[in-house]
C-alpha cells in the first residue's frame, strides 16, 4: 500500500500551465490564436482565466509527454509560456474575485482502471 500512496504524492502529481497572448489584428492572426486554443483544449488543457490554460497529469513524465505535445501546436507569432508545478505547489495558490477570497474547490478524485 505504500507503493500506491507515493504514487499519488503531492509531489508527484503536476500541474502544467500555457500562457498566451497571441496577436488577433489579422484574419490569419485570429485563426492561428482560434487553432492554438482548440489544439489544447483537444489535449485536455481547460481554461483558468482568459489566455491561462491548465491541465492536471499523474506524474512529471506524463507532464513532459504534454508539454511536448503543446510545443508542436504552437502559433507561428506570440508569446506562448509553459510552467509545470506540483499539485502541493498548486494547492497554496490563493484565488481572490475583488478583495474577497475565492473558496478553493476540492480537486476531483481521480480513478484508475487496471
Known sequence: ??????????????????????????????????????????????????????????SRENAEAHIRRVKTMLPPSGNVGILCVTDKQFGEMELFYGNSVKEKQLAGVQLEIF
Open 1 to 58: 500500500m505504500l507503493i500506491k500512496q507515493e504514487r499519488f504524492s503531492q509531489y508527484r502529481i503536476m500541474w502544467i500551465m500555457v500562457f498566451y497572448d497571441l496577436p488577433t489584428e489579422t484574419k490569419k492572426q485570429r485563426k492561428d490564436a482560434a487553432k492554438f486554443r482548440k489544439d489544447i483544449m483537444g489535449d485536455g488543457f481547460i481554461m483558468f482565466q482568459f489566455s491561462i490554460y491548465l491541465r492536471h497529469c499523474t
